[in-house]
């Protein structure tokens, strides 16, 4: 009769590919021994279904008898042991030995018969496949190392670029998470009393789209949901795929790119995430895509990626994680696409993307200035808003600044932060100004190389924030 082999073994699979990950002490996830096994059993079935009706492996059997024969043979401490081989010995699986095995336990089951040879062709089909998977599959661990590393190089420090302000040579650049502070988000509802409020809020969005104040106020009329920290808007959104939106300089790239890091690092648990959970950070500014040659995703990954490897990534390394959903999607600065009808076009080919890969987690940044609310449907997208800094948070950043800057000198460092909150209690068209993280960032770099403020310096923050 015929057995649908492939279904019946799945779960078996499941079941013992940790244990043979844990035997093994291997960086494998259990996750890619399981889609390695599960190779070896879609090659098997697919030459075994070639064969005359007769001649199939389980002909014979029902779909409780061929489950009972394979969840005893993949839980066998033999078979076990041979799928430890491509990574305890860099050998494929003996297949005398597995053979032997099968036929051991189908001997205590005289009421099963199975076609000559169908055993041997099989069990060769599997472990043919089972080795050349687990191969790819390590050396995607090994770029995945390498790639991690590279990331984290690329992204985990802030240089001061463009900001003009007289600062000594070691001071132009920081590394990010020694001086990164949360933001908050709010959740941005969608204003839903009636069907003419909503088309006035969207007229006004539009004829108001070269006033970033009116606009911003527009935008944060709508912010009556949740307010959270931003470390935890992977586990506390409604969604796995998300918008964040945020007025110039209030740290939107700064955030995707803390991110990345956080995941180059491998400590998903700063996110608020499992400890064990892999999630390779794919980071696009989408300014850079829109200066690329290529405006498929997946080839400019691979062209970025590329750029900042010794080593060439091997063929179909993004597609594993991607095809698996264990990928985090950053997407970064839709607004600076400058053009309306480009922006457009990006929008399409972002959904078809994640359409594409519908498993991943997608973050989506912009200005609200930039962003249509049409652009990605609230009910698919939940939208959050980057809120400004409090003032428990412009002191931790003046803390880690500083603690940053004199790492050797903690007493000084010390007596600068205590200098800059005084400077910032008593001018508060400062303070307000750094309740925005490039402000802040602005007027950290002033007063570490002045220690004190004046009317010109005022004027540079301006100058430099009108930038952003």
Request: hydrophobic residues 40%; aromatic residues 10%; glycine residues 4%.
């Amino acid at each position: 009769m015929s057995v649908n082999l492939l279904t019946i073994v799945a779960p078996v699979i499941k079941a013992v590919a940790p244990e043979i990950v844990k035997k093994i002490n291997s960086a494998l996830n259990p996750t890619d021994l399981e889609k390695a096994l599960k190779a070896g059993a879609k090659s098997a079935d697919e030459w075994d279904n070639k064969q005359s009706y007769e001649q199939q492996l389980f002909y014979h059997c029902d779909d409780k008898q061929a489950r009972e024969l394979l969840d005893q043979f993949f839980k066998d401490t033999g078979v076990q042991e041979e799928l430890q081989k491509p990574f305890t010995e860099k050998t494929t699986l003996n297949l005398q030995a597995l053979i032997k095995i099968f036929d051991k336990i189908k001997s205590d089951k005289p009421n099963l018969k199975f076609h000559d040879k169908s055993i041997e062709h099989w069990l060769k089909k599997f472990a043919d496949a089972y080795f050349e998977h687990t191969n790819t599959y390590l050396k995607f661990q090994i770029a995945k190392s390498n790639y991690l590393k590279q990331l984290l190089g690329y992204f985990d420090g802030i240089e001061f670029v463009g900001i003009k302000v007289k600062t000594k040579e070691e001071e132009k650049f920081a590394k990010l998470p020694q001086i990164f502070v949360m933001p908050n988000v709010v959740e941005q509802v969608e204003v839903r009393e009636s069907i003419g409020l909503k088309l006035n809020l969207d007229l006004a969005l539009e004829e108001t789209a070269n006033n970033q104040r009116q606009k911003n106020l527009l935008w944060e009329q709508q912010s009556s949901g949740k307010k959270f920290s931003a470390k935890e808007l992977l586990k506390e959104s409604t969604r796995n795929k998300f918008v964040v939106l945020g007025e110039p300089g209030i740290g939107k790239t700064t955030l995707m790119s803390y991110f990345a890091v956080i995941l180059a690092e491998q400590q998903t648990e700063k996110l608020g995430l499992s400890a064990d959970l892999e999630l390779l950070p794919i980071l696009i500014r989408i300014r850079d895509l829109g200066k690329a040659s290529t405006k498929n995703l997946l080839e400019y990954v691979r062209n970025f990626a590329n750029s900042i490897h010794i080593k060439e990534l091997p063929k179909g390394f993004f597609e594993h994680w991607l095809e698996d959903g264990r990928a985090l999607i950053l997407l970064d600065g839709l607004d600076e696409i400058a053009k309306p009808s480009d922006r457009h076009e990006f929008v399409k080919i972002i959904h078809s993307f994640l359409r594409q890969y519908s498993q991943n987690r997608a973050i989506i940044t912009s200005r609200p200035a930039g962003y249509n609310r049409g652009f990605f449907g609230t009910d698919e997208f939940p939208h959050y808003h980057l809120e400004k800094f409090d003032d428990s948070q412009i002191d931790l950043f003046i803390q880690q600044w500083y603690n940053s800057r004199l790492p050797n000198n903690l007493e000084k460092a010390q007596e600068l932060q205590e200098s800059l909150k005084k400077a910032l209690a008593t001018q508060e068209r400062i303070k307000l100004l750094a309740r925005n993280p490039l402000p802040l960032t602005i007027i950290a770099l002033i007063h570490r190389y002045e220690a004190r403020f004046l009317d010109t310096d005022m004027n540079c923050i301006n100058r430099q924030s009108r930038r952003y």
